[in-house]
């Protein structure tokens, strides 16, 4: 008999450990059937942006105030503003749309700019069926005014101000660029989060040498970026008492067992989804049952958090002490021959 799959998210009930995270492939009624079909147990729509609608209503906006206060008279001149859904609209529509014909959790995603703006949208997503909301609390911290300690408390206070307003599961998205991301992780649960994932990619500007212009560029993701969150979820797994999910690098099965020894409820993808299209989740759920049976594993659970912090002899590998012994020792395979010094 194969292995028990089934995981637990955000409190909710789910039949694998695979979910769909936030992308072009979640936002699409097609793509999202195909991803359940393919094994996904859960899937993150694209984020909301609270920019995108503001900037929206302000042209609207415009578009209404068009010749006004030019004559009284030329209120026939005003131009006729098309009584088009908002990206609000279409949005709300997606969740309710996918809530309904999908038989998995649909998670929706917000990335607002003002405690109001947060606050509003996520009760609209609730209302519109989310099963839980994921925070995408993306940021620059870049004005030199901020302290840490202001952007790390503006974020807590969001999550505390949707917190009070919905009672759906709630996710935050975090990036890996806190200086204390312990006690952030800490911080954003005690709000009121019932989970971490861990992490959000960011888009990275890149010069272009023949325009001299800035150009926008989001890459995919390698194998290699799996190892931050690995780290980061091992680290925090059991400390926090919230779910766990782990989003970065995920492109085969064993970065899926990877996740869960390392502490994962779940394990989330994106490029490796864009890469292969939504039926990898199958191929991804194949190898895992496998590589599960093949170790005499009868479910998830037994195997979650075996590889972490707490859990292995060496705690430290997981810390700073390794990456002495790394620098000195491991390193030296990228020596060339004539500077190597035996040990
Ligand atoms: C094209 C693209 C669009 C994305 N859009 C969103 C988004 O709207 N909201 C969000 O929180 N993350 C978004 N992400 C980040 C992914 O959800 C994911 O966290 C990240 O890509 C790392 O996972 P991966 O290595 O499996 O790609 C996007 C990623 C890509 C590549």
Redesign the pocket.
């Known amino acids: 008999m194969s292995a028990d799959l089934s995981c637990r998210y955000l409190g909710l009930d789910l039949a694998g450990p695979i979910v769909a ?4 492939l979640t936002g699409r009624l097609d793509t999202l059937k195909r991803l359940e079909a393919a094994g996904a147990a859960a899937v993150v729509l ?2 909301l942006f609270e920019e995108e609608i503001v900037s929206a209503a302000f042209q609207l906006h415009a578009m209404h105030n068009q010749g006004a206060g030019v004559f009284a008279e030329a209120s026939s001149y005003l131009p006729d503003v098309p009584d088009t859904p908002t990206d609000v609209d279409r949005y709300l529509d997606l969740v309710a749309d996918a809530s309904e014909q999908l038989s998995i959790p649909v998670i929706a ?1 917000l ?1 607002g700019m003002s405690t109001g703006g947060w606050v509003r949208y996520a009760t609209e997503l609730a209302q519109a069926g989310a099963a839980a909301i ?1 925070l ?1 609390v993306y940021l620059m911290a870049a004005d030199r005014a901020d302290t840490a300690a202001t952007v790390e408390n503006r974020i807590v206070d969001l999550v505390r101000s949707v917190r009070e307003a919905v009672s759906i599961p709630l996710a935050v ?1 975090l990036s890996p660029y806190f200086s204390a991301l312990g006690n952030m992780a800490e911080a954003v649960v005690g709000a009121g989060a019932d989970g971490l994932v861990m992490f ?2 960011f888009y990275q500007p890149e010069i272009d040498l023949e325009s001299l212009t800035v150009q926008p560029s ?1 890459e ?2 390698t194998a290699a ?1 799996l190892r931050l969150p690995l780290r980061w979820i091992a680290v925090l797994y059991g400390r926090v008492p919230c779910s766990l999910a782990l ?4 492109h085969t099965w064993g970065d899926v067992i990877k996740g869960l020894l390392a502490g994962a409820d779940v394990t ?5 989804l ?1 890469r292969l299209g939504p039926e990898h989740v199958h191929e991804l759920l194949r190898g895992v049952t496998a590589w599960l049976d093949e170790h005499d594993y009868e479910s998830i659970e037994q195997l979650r958090g075996s590889m972490s912090q707490q859990s292995v002899p060496d705690p430290d590998a997981y810390e700073r002490s390794n990456y002495l012994k790394v620098l000195r020792h491991g390193a030296a395979r990228y020596l060339p021959q004539y500077v190597r010094v035996e040990d």
């Open positions: 995270s936030a992308g072009p694209p984020s995603s990335n994921e995408n998205k959000n990619r989001l995919l993701s970026d989003s970065g690098g995920v989330m993808t994106t490029s490796s864009l």
